[in-house]
DNA sequence: CACTAAACTGACTGGTCAGTCATTAATACA
DNA sequence: TGTATTAATGACTGACCAGTCAGTTTAGTG
């Protein structure tokens, strides 16, 4: 969806390719393509559950090319969780760009629409079920997700909250306990709402209402001693 | 083994039970010791992963006996998150049972520890993983999950913060939501404990502390504004 | 003790699916 | 046009595993 690209083959002033285009050779197109289709079955049914024809057949592809770019089902998952959780990253730091001279709230309440838009998205969903569900069997993967996700998402939020105490704007209080207690509330709330359906108390309130409910709480927490 | 009888003679009529205790009748406890094993093959490898020979193995059972009490897999697993929240909630509740002369700060205290201690639980780990991994396919589980664990959790929170701010000890906030919040930081912060070796911050800090400090800064958030 | 009913077993079956490979199609180049 | 090379296919294989059932063991009863 995100990341399959658009052929350059497409683009083509005669059109003489009326080609099956599932034969057309696009060798430098394929991984993506699989990728983007493995994201969806794995996210759907897990390691376990997903079917490699499932996700052949998703990707527009016979089982074998599968095995043309990738050894095994294993590493297509592998795979698939690093890219996923790369593009996240980019598009969330996209997002999270500060400008110095704000006030510390002002850059938290940035940082908070753009981070809070990216884990209400689809793609972070799934790698979320993913990350708590299947990664305890993949400790690398783990590691790379707590160091490029985790820990880069605490920097951010600890850099701001230090400037904020320096300030006065805040209470004193440990950058890095702040910021894990920013993203837990985040995390946390962020699947819920994805299972809306099921907790009567969100299914009335917008996702924009539970992102500002989120900040109020947190900046009062915040709020200097008199 | 099965065919090389052993003579009831070896029985000997002092010590009257020393047949293998594999196939000794016992049929009130099959459900439970089926449930328990099922509980942990689940719980590692989830529903599509877990073998019901690995089960069987592990409940000193034959894989026949199983479906002697659970008619399919599914149910089987069903069943297992069922009983096992159950047993979850109640060893829960025995240990927020509040005394209504203290102050809503002293209740908040003692919920919070006994809550911890339940969420730093292997099952609950087990369970939570199962309910962010599976549930969504599972509508029904999920509800019972959001109904009996989610819901009941937030209305005793929610009634000891409206107390609380009815006496004056905390700001006004709207009891649900700030059931939900404390919710959001003890759940997320519980999950990420149990993942302790991948977050540096986390792996030189004891889970009373991190306890503590959750405790701490909520408080801090429904302090009264001056 | 003999007989019956209930509990239990584990070899077996049939379906499923990861992974393979002989074959076919497309392209590049002479 | 022919030949070589690379890309892709999908029928096939073998392992695995949920679910079955004919047979075995135990306990209860007269």
Redesign the pocket.
Known sequence: MTIANVSPLEINPATP?V??P??????EE?PAQILDAAFHEFGERGLAG????DIAKRAG?????I??YFP???ALFREMVRTTTIAAIESAEQLAEQESHESAETQLRRLSVGWWTFLRSDRFQVVQRLVLAELQHFPDLMQFYADEVVARGRRLIGAIVERGTARGEFRPIVPATAARMLSSLTMMQAIWCDRRQCFPELAGVTDEHIREEILDFYLSALRPIQ
């Open positions: 390719n080609v099956d599932r034969r057309r050779r696009a060798p394929r997903a079917r490699l024809d592809v016979a089982k074998g090319t095995y043309l095994n089902k294993e």
